[in-house]
């Protein structure tokens, strides 16, 4: 309960300054009580969902894809000919604040279902000044060879966020997210649950291209293998029905309790743990995400 007091203290704390700070920027031209627009240009920013629910009747199709980490060898030519890894994913809007959807994950074979709800959004005239929308997600093991098995019950994992989001004008979106991560089977060292929050941001420096940074901090201490912070930065190009991010990043996993929970990459190089653990660090890849919308 401490961690979750911290975070929502943290949260409140940063979107009360955020909603009563002065605006340098003038938000887009819409009716007056309407909500904002396009607080980001796409429902992923990097690996991370954003506030964004598509209309009613939009069916989403994603492709992540993350390439081996970047190396010397030219064989591998910089990660790009190393092993990769790919998650399809597709959702459907069954009301304008409400998606569903399901995925599949190259890594562990994770089959995963989620949904997400928007439950306020931010308006134009300030009624309102922060959209606010929750993320679940199941996740299934389906390989042969999964980390545990001892039941069936072993293969699931399963992933709660908040996301907390505001547009300030036409140009600058931020958003956080305190989320909470379970797997029913973990080793003897590690919770069952960890608890992490992740900030995000876009920039736009035009009508369809914009810069996007996303940072994952862990909050739950293990007895070992503390998973690292979840870092990527890269750029966004956006038209009306497509959106295409191609990024860097210090983590390999696409399923977002994965990353959470067992990201041993320190971004900022390698290093030794409190029990005399060597771990390498400072390792980051190449990846790229790409949406599609149809509406019905």
Not at 52 to 71: A, C, E, Y
């Amino acid at each position: 309960m401490k961690h979750f007091r911290l975070i929502a203290t943290i949260c409140f704390a940063i979107f009360a300054l955020m909603a009563n700070a002065q605006e340098d920027f003038v938000l887009e031209d819409i009716p007056a009580d309407g909500p904002v627009r396009s607080t980001f240009g796409s429902s992923l920013i990097i690996d991370n969902e954003t506030v964004v629910v598509d209309s009613k009747g939009t069916f989403l199709m994603n492709i992540q894809h993350r390439f081996g980490v970047f190396s010397s060898d030219v064989g591998e030519l910089y990660g790009l000919y190393a092993p990769a890894n790919i998650r399809l994913g597709f959702k459907y809007s069954l009301l304008d604040n409400l998606a569903i959807g399901f995925g599949m994950a190259k890594t562990y074979s994770v089959l995963d279902f989620n949904v997400k709800y928007a439950f306020l959004r931010q308006t134009e005239s300030g009624s309102m000044p922060i959209s606010v929308a929750y993320f679940g997600k199941m996740g299934i093991e389906l390989g042969a060879t999964p980390r545990y098995d001892v039941n069936g019950t072993d293969r699931l994992s399963y992933f709660h966020q908040i996301i907390i989001a505001r547009k300030f004008g036409n140009k600058f979106s931020a958003q956080v997210s305190p989320s909470i991560s379970h797997f029913n089977a973990i080793d003897k060292s590690m919770e069952n649950d960890h608890i992490a929050i992740a900030f995000a941001g876009r920039y736009k420096v035009s009508a369809t291209t914009s810069i996007i940074v996303n940072y994952d901090q862990p909050i739950t201490q293990h007895q070992l293998n503390n998973p690292n912070p979840n870092i990527g930065f890269g750029v966004e190009l956006t038209t009306s029905s497509h959106a295409f991010q191609i990024y860097i990043a210090n983590y390999y996993d696409i399923t977002h309790q994965y990353n959470n929970m067992f990201n041993m990459n320190n971004p900022l190089g390698a290093y030794t743990d409190t029990n005399g653990g060597e771990h390498k660090g400072g390792q980051f890849l190449l990846g790229f995400n790409i949406t599609r919308l149809w509406n019905w």
